[in-house]
C-alpha cells in the first residue's frame, strides 16, 4: 500500500502546477484511489496517463470556451445578440425587460423539465419543478418576465400559471 502512496503523492505535487496553470484536475486528483483501481487506471503507464488526461484537459476545455453553433437565420442571430436572461459576471444586471415571443410547435404544458425554444431563437429551460397541463395548441405566445434575485418567469398569454426558467442558449 505504500508503494502505491508515495508514487500518488509525489504525481500531485507534480501536478499542482499544471493544475493551477489552466484549472484542469487530473484523473488522480478527482478520483479517490479506490475509484482510481476499480476503473483500472493504475495499469497505465505514467506515459498512458498523462496522454489520457491530456485528451481530457483539451476535450472538456475546448467545450467550455468554444460557443455553441447556432443555424443562422435572422431571429437566431438577433437572439445570439440579445443577452437578457444569461448571468451576469459583473454587478451590472443588463437588460431585465419583458421578453414576448412565441414557442415554436406544440405545447401542452410543463412537466418539470421542459425545454421551452421561442421563434425569436432563444432557448429556456425550466428551472423548477412545478407542473402545468392544458390542451395542446400550435405557436402560442409566450411572456418572459424578470423576476427577483436574477430569476426569470414564463407564463403563456391567456394563462395564470407561471415557471421559473433559466436561458440556456
Known amino acids: 500500500m505504500k508503494r502505491l502512496i508515495t508514487p500518488a503523492l509525489l504525481l500531485l505535487v507534480a501536478a499542482a502546477p499544471l493544475q493551477a496553470a489552466d484549472g484542469f484536475s487530473s484523473l488522480e486528483e478527482q478520483m479517490s484511489g479506490k475509484e482510481f483501481t476499480e476503473a483500472g487506471l493504475d495499469k497505465l503507464s505514467q506515459d498512458e496517463l498523462d496522454a489520457l488526461n491530456a485528451w481530457i484537459r483539451r476535450h472538456s476545455l475546448a467545450t467550455l470556451d468554444t460557443p455553441k453553433a447556432v443555424v443562422s437565420s435572422g431571429s437566431e442571430d438577433a437572439a445570439a445578440e440579445d443577452a437578457r436572461g444569461f448571468k451576469k ?81
Do not use: Y
Not at 429556456?124 to 402560442?140: G, H, Y
Open 89 to 169: 459576471k459583473k454587478k451590472d444586471d443588463g437588460d431585465r425587460s419583458t421578453i414576448t415571443s412565441r414557442l415554436v410547435g406544440s405545447f401542452s404544458g410543463w412537466d418539470g423539465q421542459t425545454v421551452f425554444k421561442l421563434e425569436n431563437g432563444m432557448i429556456w429551460a425550466q428551472a423548477d419543478k412545478d407542473k402545468f397541463f392544458t390542451k395542446e395548441m400550435q405557436n402560442p405566445v409566450v411572456i418572459i418576465e424578470p423576476g427577483m434575485f436574477g430569476t426569470w418567469h414564463l407564463h403563456i398569454e391567456g394563462f395564470g400559471s407561471e415557471c421559473r426558467v433559466k436561458r440556456i442558449q
